[in-house]
């Protein structure tokens, strides 16, 4: 079946550095894929999306960019603050099958 | 505002005890899911419901319950034959039936404690 892999965390950068998290999938078809961002004791939040290849989905600085030649959908941002600290999660969604989703990612990021 | 509301956001029960937990939606969304998440094991789907008075098995389905008897609401009972309830719940809709290309909504969850 369709499944999702990334990075394990925890993560910890310091302010202003690079960030990239791995996302990798396998799916039968032409997913659509996400990254979700979870706060401290919420429920998880859209963060971007890409519907087809090629497609780059941004939001708050964050982008990733739907590769199905390397079934890839990495997660980056190019100058991380202390309020990105969050865990992250890619999932992929097939057909109208429920999103599958990834272990997460914990980002820590120091002042 | 739209949203989705899952109440309370704890909940203590004693071992053996059925609990209900209660997710409602003003977005008038389709789709409704419940979803397990545990440390480090990432979010695991209980139930989905696509339209009223139909709900699907997801991968943990065991132990649980639900109902879809109208469109903005779908309760999740967790009863005594779940071997392990304690874990934080997350409730989420979508629209179109739950479409690929349409996005989950989340609530903030609700923490269950099972003593």
């Known amino acids: 079946g369709d499944s999702v892999t990334q990075m394990e965390g925890p993560v910890t950068l310091s302010e202003e550095a690079f960030l990239t998290i791995n996302c990798t999938y396998t799916a039968t078809g032409y997913p659509s894929l996400f990254w979700y961002v979870q706060y401290p004791g919420e429920g998880l939040q859209l963060l971007l999306k890409a519907t087809k290849a090629d497609d780059k989905g941004s939001n708050k600085g964050f982008e990733a960019t739907y590769r199905k030649e390397t079934t890839s959908f990495h997660l980056e941002k190019g100058s991380v603050q202390v309020s990105d600290s969050a865990v992250y999660f890619c999932a992929l969604s097939e057909g109208n099958t429920p999103l599958v989703f990834g272990k997460g990612t914990r980002l820590s990021v120091i002042a | 505002d739209g949203g989705i509301t899952q109440s309370p956001k704890y909940l203590f029960r004693k071992e053996g005890q059925n609990v209900t937990l209660s997710c409602e939606q003003n977005?008038?969304?389709?789709?409704m899911y419940w979803y397990r998440q545990d440390p480090g094991q990432g979010l695991r789907l209980i139930y989905y419901?696509?339209?009223?008075?139909?709900?699907q098995k997801g991968d943990i389905a065991e132990g649980y319950s639900v109902s879809r008897e109208k469109k903005e609401s779908f309760p999740l009972t967790v009863t005594s034959a779940q071997k392990n309830p304690t874990a934080f719940y997350l409730c989420a809709s979508s629209s179109d039936r739950g479409a690929s290309y349409s996005p989950l909504h989340f609530g903030n969850g609700t923490r269950l404690t099972v003593t």
């Open positions: 977005l008038n969304h389709d789709a």
């Open positions: 419901s696509q339209i009223v008075n139909d709900f």
